[in-house]
């Protein structure tokens, strides 16, 4: 590490300490940054590195969103800029939000080009490294990791890898293994990190849940520091306070509901003698309906960047060659199925169910005041598919959308294309390089590219 990241890093650290936890039996909850308190204030702390001069009070948080097979092409666009930002049918849901995001155009991962649809498409989407075919995988480390192995002993955890939909066994028939389709997230070249499903466990493992502690409530556990705290902080603070326990309570009762379900469908499955992950939702134990599913994952990201529990976090929304049905969009046919014909109503609607995601999880934390600004304010969320076209299997470019400035280091509300750049130009490492280098994890290069993305 360079004496420039060393000495950011250490100012980092030393801003983050005067932050307030809530500490109880088995659990740590970082709080919203209370301005009434001894030493905490909205001031920013200066680091100043190559890149100049950059704000460090706040930790800075990456998450990656991914729905495989594409989108509706004819429905994904953006004009103009800030306020004036028109938005496509697909894109709307970020209509609240768009002074806040970035619509980018034309990237590519060049390695996953040429080499076969789908598995070949997405086992090194976040690495961009070559797979390799036959009984042995073999890729890369992907950008969400690279970031959990610098950053990640800040919190609890390094990161957090959630998925709403099982992974699949097997091959496909280009001779890829199918554990390409169903992660995007690999601790290093042989090895995905194994997804978490269930929203149950997810929260346990945030928040200390062990054994017994399960049957007791995380805030019951810190109810009376809290109330000590509520006595020494303003009324403007102790609103802030409530708030965040409040949502922290309302995701804990979803959390118990689902806690049920999944005990009950172990159960079942030790009863039939079958591994749980052969049935299927309901049975076994995963939430019904999917808006459920996808909602909860996310209010658990938003959560686990509010408490400080994590900085890196990824959702794969729906893996390539999906198997989700969606009879609450009034479409009959799978995903995969229906990605055959994307640009038909029903598949539109598909993709804008999964990018309501992005939108859902950038509102909630752009909803949580952090300083002068919001918790999205000093994040980068990450939307992106493996291809553009379900229908032609092409991913000579993918839809990709940001949201969040990364505490004012990366400019936002704009249409960026660079379809026309040439080749290497438009890299989606380039793009990953650049994030990175604002969450202070600086790379001389990360899979197939050794430059940064132009004018992000």
Request: include cysteine; charged fraction near 25%; aromatic fraction near 6%.
């Amino acid at each position: 590490m360079n004496q420039d990241n060393t000495s950011r890093r250490t100012i980092v650290r030393n801003s983050i300490s005067r932050r307030t936890f809530l500490r109880g039996v088995g659990v740590t909850m970082a709080l919203p940054w209370l301005e009434s308190l001894p030493g905490l204030n909205s001031n920013s702390v200066a680091a100043t590195t190559s890149e100049g001069t950059v704000a460090a009070s706040f930790p800075k948080r990456f998450a990656v969103l991914f729905m495989g097979n594409g989108v509706n092409p004819d429905h994904w666009w953006a004009k103009g800029t800030g306020a004036e930002m028109e938005l496509s049918k697909t894109l709307e849901p970020l209509d609240s939000v768009k002074t806040k995001i970035n619509v980018i155009s034309g990237l590519f991962n060049k390695p996953s080009t040429g080499q076969g649809i789908h598995p070949g498409m997405t086992g090194n989407l976040l690495s961009g490294v070559p797979i390799q075919k036959g009984a042995i995988i073999h890729g890369g480390i992907s950008m969400d990791q690279m970031l959990a192995n610098h950053i990640g002993q800040d919190s609890l955890q390094p990161s957090i890898v959630l998925a709403c939909e099982q992974p699949m066994n097997g091959y496909h028939e280009s001779n890829f293994s199918n554990a390409y389709s169903s992660h995007i997230s690999w601790q290093n070249a042989d090895s995905p990190v194994p997804n978490e499903m269930y929203p149950s466990l997810a929260f346990d493992s945030l928040f200390e849940n062990r054994g017994s502690l399960r049957n007791i409530s995380v805030l019951d556990r810190v109810k009376e520091r809290a109330e000590k705290l509520s006595r020494k902080i303003s009324a403007t603070d102790k609103t802030k306070l409530d708030e965040y326990l409040s949502s922290v309570r309302d995701v804990e009762r979803s959390i118990e509901r689902m806690r049920v379900d999944k005990d009950k469908a172990e159960n079942r499955a030790r009863d039939k003698g079958q591994p749980i992950f052969t049935m299927k939702r309901p049975e076994n134990g995963l939430p019904e309906d999917l808006r459920d599913h996808a909602r909860l994952m996310c209010d658990i990201i938003a959560l686990a960047f509010q408490t400080d529990k994590t900085r890196v976090a990824s959702l794969l929304l729906a893996r390539d060659l999906s198997f989700l049905y969606y009879p609450f969009l009034d479409v009959r046919e799978g995903h995969h199925t229906s990605s055959h014909n994307d640009t038909s109503a029903g598949y539109e609607r598909i993709a804008r169910f999964h990018l309501s995601q992005l939108a859902y999880l950038a509102k909630r934390l752009d909803e949580m005041p952090e300083g002068q600004g919001t918790v999205l304010d000093n994040c980068c969320l990450m939307f992106l598919s493996n291809m553009w076209s379900g229908t032609k299997h092409d991913n000579k470019k993918v839809p990709v959308i940001t949201a969040g400035g990364l505490g004012g280091t990366l400019q936002t509300g704009r249409v960026l294309n660079y379809l026309d750049s040439g080749d290497d130009n438009r890299k989606l490492c380039s793009l990953y390089l650049s994030l990175m280098d604002r969450m202070g994890v600086q790379l001389d290069h990360f899979g197939d590219a050794d430059s940064r993305l132009a004018n992000l």
